[in-house]
């Protein structure tokens, strides 16, 4: 099997969890550059960002790890060329949450349309009820 055909059954896998959910938006091949609370020892990994009206999904391929970030506990979204120390030299979506123990946290990702993500993302997240 070649490396693009490995990625598109590692999405399709990973999208057969979102049956029945609504996806806004998604990225595939999205570059992840950490979560800060974390620290720098984190390897930079390619995988598939999602978000949902409930959450900010990213499945990283390989190594294989989840990120799930709860729409509400979204505080910023921003634009940032370096994340715990790793560059790309091009803008990074930067999203800052708090985590599963209620401390400030960030994560970072290189995605090809980041205006779209900022606008939706900034959308879902702080829409008025």
Known sequence: MGLKKWFQRKDKDILENFQGGKIILKSNFANFFGQ???GRGQIRGNGLLILTEDELFFAMYLPKREFH???RSISNIETTKKHIGKTKL????KVNFSNEIGNADSCAWLVGDL???IQVLSETAFKKN
């Open 90 to 93: 091009r803008a990074l979506l």
């Open 115 to 117: 205006d779209k993500w």
């Open 69 to 71: 970030i709860p729409i």
């Open 36 to 38: 800060e609370s974390k």
